[in-house]
C-alpha cells in the first residue's frame, strides 16, 4: 500500500487518511477519492491531500478484517460485520470462553497491520458477549499477510456452552453451624447454577461432620442422577486426611488436588466418585462474591474436564480478593440485603501517652473525634454512638450538631473494655452487630467502615469483620451480636482482641490497603504523621 501525501489528480481510488475542511468542502477520513471528489476538491483549491492507495494483491481494512474474523471464529462464536478495518466476535450463547493463546500471539506476531483481541481464556461469558476484535491498522492489507494471520488462527476462539446440569449438595454440619447458614449457602450455589445454562439443585444432604456419615452420603450421591457432586464442609479442608478428603476416599473416590492459587479459593478440593467429579467448596463459597470456586464450577458446568494442572496454573489473574483500592461494585439489591449494623465510637480514655486529650486535638481545622466520627456517620452504620468518659463535656462540645447519641461511661478508667461495653449496651435489638471504632483514628473513612459491613452482609454467620493491613490486623472492627454477651468477661484495656481470637475461624479479615486502619494517634509524633497524611489526601 502507498501512502502520504499526493498531487489530487494521482489521489483517485485512494483512501483520505485525514479528515479534510476547507471552504464549503467536507471530506471525511476514510472516504473514497472518486472523479467527483476530485473535481470538488480542485475547485476549492486543494492541490495535495493524504491518501492510502492499494497496491496489487492488497485488500481493503473491511474485507481484511472480516476475512480473518472468519477464520479465527470457532464454534458457539457469531462474526460481525466490519467498519472501519474492525470486526467484533460474540458469544452465540452462554458458555466459557476457549482462546488458544498460543496461536493468537503467532498471529499478532505475523506484521504490525494485523491485531486480535480477545477476552481472557477460561473466561464465563453470557449470550451475546462481545469476546474478541479484529482490528487491521492501515486502510489495506497485503493479502498474503492476512492468509498467513488467518491459517495460523483457524478457530482459535471458541464457546464451550454451558449444560443443564443436576447437582447433588452434601453439607456436614457441627453445632455451632446454623441450618439458616446452609440454607442461604444453597441459595447462593442456586444462583450461581442458574445462570450457567440453567443446571440446579438436586438433593440437599445434611449429615454430621464426620467421615463415616459424609462417606455414606457421597455414595448415595454417586449412584444418582446427578451430573456434579458439591460438599460444603461445616469446617475448612486443611490436609487430605481431613474429613471431607477422608470420606471421598472411603467412598471409593480419588482426590485430583487440594488447594488452588485463587483467592478467595484457596481451599477448595477437587475429586472425582463413581465417574463424577466432586469439589469440597471453600468457606467463601458460600457467599456470592467471585471465587475460585466459580472458575471451577463455570468449566464443569461447560463440559470441561478440570485437572491439577488446570488449576495450578489460574494463579496468574487468580487473586480476587476485594481490598479497598478496587471495591467491587455492589447492585442495590446487595445492599439492600445487608443486615442493619450500628456505629460505635470509643472516645472515653485519658490520652496518657499524649499528655493531654488527643481527641481535641485538632487536623486540618476539626478536631480529631469529630473526623472519625462524621466518618462513622457518612457510612451506613446507623444509629452512631458515641461512649464519653474522660472530659466529657468537651468532647460533646467537640461532636455539636452532629446526629449521634452520646453513653456516658463512668467506669471510663478502668480501660477500654468498660467502654465497649457501654457502647454495645445502648445498640437496638435490632441490629445484627455493631462497626466499633476508635476515637483516635483520624483517617479512617466511610468507605472503610463500609467495607466492614459489606463483608459482614456476605458472610453469614461470621462473628467479626476485621480490616487487614500490612499483614496486621487493624481498627474498626464489626462485632457481630453473637459476640455481645461474650463482651461482659472483658476487663482492663485488652478491648476486643479476646475475643476475635476465641472466634477462631469465624472471624472473617478484609484486606484494606490503607494505613489509616494501623494509625492511631497516641503520641504527638502519631499526630505530626497523621497531620501531614491528612494535607496530602
Given at each position: 500500500?502507498?501512502?502520504?501525501?499526493?498531487?489530487?489528480?494521482?489521489?483517485?481510488?485512494?483512501?483520505?487518511?485525514?479528515?479534510?475542511?476547507?471552504?464549503?468542502?467536507?471530506?471525511?477520513?476514510?472516504?473514497?477519492?472518486?472523479?467527483?471528489?476530485?473535481?470538488?476538491?480542485?475547485?476549492?483549491?486543494?492541490?495535495?491531500?493524504?491518501?492510502?492507495?492499494?497496491?496489487?494483491?492488497?485488500?481493503?481494512?473491511?474485507?481484511?478484517?472480516?476475512?480473518?474474523?472468519?477464520?479465527?471464529?470457532?464454534?458457539?462464536?457469531?462474526?460481525?460485520?466490519?467498519?472501519?478495518?474492525?470486526?467484533?466476535?460474540?458469544?452465540?450463547?452462554?458458555?466459557?470462553?476457549?482462546?488458544?493463546?498460543?496461536?493468537?500471539?503467532?498471529?499478532?506476531?505475523?506484521?504490525?497491520?494485523?491485531?486480535?483481541?480477545?477476552?481472557?481464556?477460561?473466561?464465563?461469558?453470557?449470550?451475546?458477549?462481545?469476546?474478541?476484535?479484529?482490528?487491521?491498522?492501515?486502510?489495506?492489507?497485503?493479502?498474503?499477510?492476512?492468509?498467513?494471520?488467518?491459517?495460523?488462527?483457524?478457530?482459535?476462539?471458541?464457546?464451550?456452552?454451558?449444560?443443564?446440569?443436576?447437582?447433588?449438595?452434601?453439607?456436614?454440619?457441627?453445632?455451632?453451624?446454623?441450618?439458616?447458614?446452609?440454607?442461604?449457602?444453597?441459595?447462593?450455589?442456586?444462583?450461581?447454577?442458574?445462570?450457567?445454562?440453567?443446571?440446579?439443585?438436586?438433593?440437599?444432604?445434611?449429615?454430621?461432620?464426620?467421615?463415616?456419615?459424609?462417606?455414606?452420603?457421597?455414595?448415595?450421591?454417586?449412584?444418582?442422577?446427578?451430573?456434579?457432586?458439591?460438599?460444603?464442609?461445616?469446617?475448612?479442608?486443611?490436609?487430605?486426611?481431613?474429613?471431607?478428603?477422608?470420606?471421598?476416599?472411603?467412598?471409593?473416590?480419588?482426590?485430583?488436588?487440594?488447594?488452588?492459587?485463587?483467592?478467595?479459593?484457596?481451599?477448595?478440593?477437587?475429586?472425582?466418585?463413581?465417574?463424577?467429579p466432586v469439589v469440597g467448596a471453600p468457606g467463601c463459597a458460600r457467599s456470592p462474591r467471585e471465587n475460585g470456586f466459580d472458575w471451577v464450577l463455570q468449566r464443569l458446568?461447560?463440559?470441561?474436564?478440570?485437572?491439577?494442572?488446570?488449576?495450578?496454573?489460574?494463579?496468574?489473574?487468580?487473586?480476587?480478593?476485594?481490598?479497598?483500592?478496587?471495591?467491587?461494585?455492589?447492585?442495590?439489591?446487595?445492599?439492600?440485603?445487608?443486615?442493619?449494623?450500628?456505629?460505635?465510637?470509643?472516645?472515653?480514655?485519658?490520652?496518657?501517652?499524649?499528655?493531654?486529650?488527643?481527641?481535641?486535638?485538632?487536623?486540618?481545622?476539626?478536631?480529631?473525634?469529630?473526623?472519625?466520627?462524621?466518618?462513622?456517620?457518612?457510612?451506613?452504620?446507623?444509629?452512631?454512638?458515641?461512649?464519653?468518659?474522660?472530659?466529657?463535656?468537651?468532647?460533646?462540645?467537640?461532636?455539636?450538631?452532629?446526629?449521634?447519641?452520646?453513653?456516658?461511661?463512668?467506669?471510663?478508667?478502668?480501660?477500654?473494655?468498660?467502654?465497649?461495653?457501654?457502647?454495645?449496651?445502648?445498640?437496638?435489638?435490632?441490629?445484627?452487630?455493631?462497626?466499633?471504632?476508635?476515637?483516635?483514628?483520624?483517617?479512617?473513612?466511610?468507605?472503610?467502615?463500609?467495607?466492614?459491613?459489606?463483608?459482614?452482609?456476605?458472610?453469614?454467620?461470621?462473628?467479626?469483620?476485621?480490616?487487614?493491613?500490612?499483614?496486621?490486623?487493624?481498627?474498626?472492627?464489626?462485632?457481630?451480636?453473637?459476640?455481645?454477651?461474650?463482651?461482659?468477661?472483658?476487663?482492663?484495656?485488652?478491648?476486643?482482641?479476646?475475643?476475635?481470637?476465641?472466634?477462631?475461624?469465624?472471624?472473617?479479615?478484609?484486606?484494606?490497603?490503607?494505613?489509616?486502619?494501623?494509625?492511631?494517634?497516641?503520641?504527638?509524633?502519631?499526630?505530626?504523621?497523621?497531620?501531614?497524611?491528612?494535607?496530602?489526601?
Amino acid at each position: 500500500m502507498k501512502f502520504g501525501p499526493m498531487p489530487v489528480e494521482d489521489a483517485l481510488g485512494g483512501v483520505l487518511a485525514h479528515a479534510l475542511r476547507q471552504g464549503g468542502l467536507s471530506l471525511r477520513k476514510g472516504a473514497i477519492i472518486g472523479a467527483d471528489e476530485v473535481a470538488r476538491l480542485r475547485a476549492a483549491g486543494v492541490a495535495e491531500i493524504v491518501v492510502a492507495l492499494a497496491e496489487p494483491g492488497d485488500l481493503g481494512e473491511d474485507i481484511a478484517a472480516e476475512r480473518l474474523a472468519r477464520a479465527v471464529a470457532g464454534s458457539g462464536v457469531r462474526v460481525e460485520a466490519p467498519f472501519t478495518g474492525r470486526s467484533n466476535l460474540f458469544a452465540e450463547g452462554a458458555g466459557v470462553l476457549i482462546v488458544d493463546a498460543s496461536l493468537i500471539d503467532r498471529a499478532n506476531a505475523v506484521d504490525e497491520a494485523v491485531t486480535i483481541a480477545t477476552l481472557p481464556a477460561m473466561r464465563s461469558v453470557a449470550a451475546g458477549e462481545m469476546i474478541a476484535t479484529i482490528k487491521m491498522i492501515p486502510f489495506a492489507v497485503p493479502g498474503r499477510l492476512l492468509d498467513e494471520a488467518a491459517s495460523i488462527a483457524a478457530g482459535a476462539v471458541r464457546i464451550a456452552p454451558y449444560r443443564a446440569l443436576t447437582v447433588d449438595v452434601v453439607s456436614t454440619m457441627l453445632p455451632a453451624l446454623k441450618p439458616s447458614v446452609v440454607d442461604k449457602t444453597l441459595s447462593a450455589l442456586a444462583g450461581r447454577l442458574d445462570r450457567l445454562g440453567g443446571s440446579r439443585i438436586g438433593r440437599d444432604l445434611r449429615v454430621p461432620h464426620e467421615i463415616a456419615a459424609l462417606s455414606g452420603a457421597l455414595a448415595a450421591a454417586a449412584s444418582g442422577d446427578a451430573g456434579l457432586i458439591v460438599v460444603f464442609g461445616a469446617s475448612a479442608i486443611t490436609d487430605r486426611r481431613d474429613v471431607v478428603p477422608a470420606a471421598i476416599e472411603a467412598a471409593g473416590g480419588r482426590l485430583e488436588h487440594l488447594g488452588m492459587p485463587v483467592d478467595p479459593g484457596n481451599l477448595l478440593l477437587l475429586g472425582e466418585l463413581g465417574g463424577k467429579p466432586v469439589v469440597g467448596a471453600p468457606g467463601c463459597a458460600r457467599s456470592p462474591r467471585e471465587n475460585g470456586f466459580d472458575w471451577v464450577l463455570q468449566r464443569l458446568c461447560a463440559g470441561l474436564q478440570v485437572t491439577r494442572d488446570d488449576i495450578q496454573r489460574m494463579g496468574v489473574g487468580g487473586l480476587l480478593m476485594e481490598i479497598f483500592s478496587r471495591p467491587q461494585p455492589r447492585s442495590p439489591a446487595e445492599k439492600a440485603a445487608h443486615p442493619d449494623v450500628a456505629g460505635v465510637v470509643l472516645a472515653a480514655g485519658r490520652s496518657t501517652r499524649m499528655g493531654a486529650n488527643k481527641l481535641l486535638a485538632e487536623i486540618g481545622g476539626q478536631p480529631v473525634i469529630r473526623r472519625v466520627v462524621e466518618a462513622v456517620l457518612a457510612s451506613r452504620a446507623a444509629p452512631v454512638f458515641v461512649v464519653t468518659g474522660h472530659e466529657r463535656e468537651a468532647v460533646a462540645e467537640a461532636l455539636a450538631g452532629l446526629p449521634v447519641r452520646l453513653v456516658d461511661n463512668p467506669a471510663f478508667a478502668s480501660g477500654m473494655a468498660s467502654s465497649l461495653k457501654a457502647g454495645l449496651a445502648a445498640i437496638p435489638e435490632g441490629c445484627a452487630g455493631a462497626a466499633v471504632a476508635l476515637g483516635d483514628m483520624p483517617l479512617v473513612t466511610a468507605a472503610i467502615v463500609n467495607r466492614l459491613l459489606d463483608a459482614f452482609g456476605d458472610h453469614p454467620g461470621a462473628a467479626a469483620i476485621v480490616p487487614v493491613s500490612d499483614g496486621r490486623r487493624a481498627n474498626p472492627v464489626l462485632l457481630a451480636r453473637s459476640l455481645f454477651g461474650d463482651v461482659e468477661a472483658l476487663t482492663g484495656d485488652m478491648g476486643a482482641r479476646p475475643l476475635l481470637e476465641s472466634a477462631g475461624d469465624r472471624v472473617v479479615e478484609v484486606i484494606v490497603a490503607d494505613d489509616a486502619v494501623l494509625l492511631d494517634v497516641d503520641t504527638p509524633e502519631a499526630l505530626a504523621t497523621a497531620r501531614s497524611l491528612a494535607e496530602r489526601g
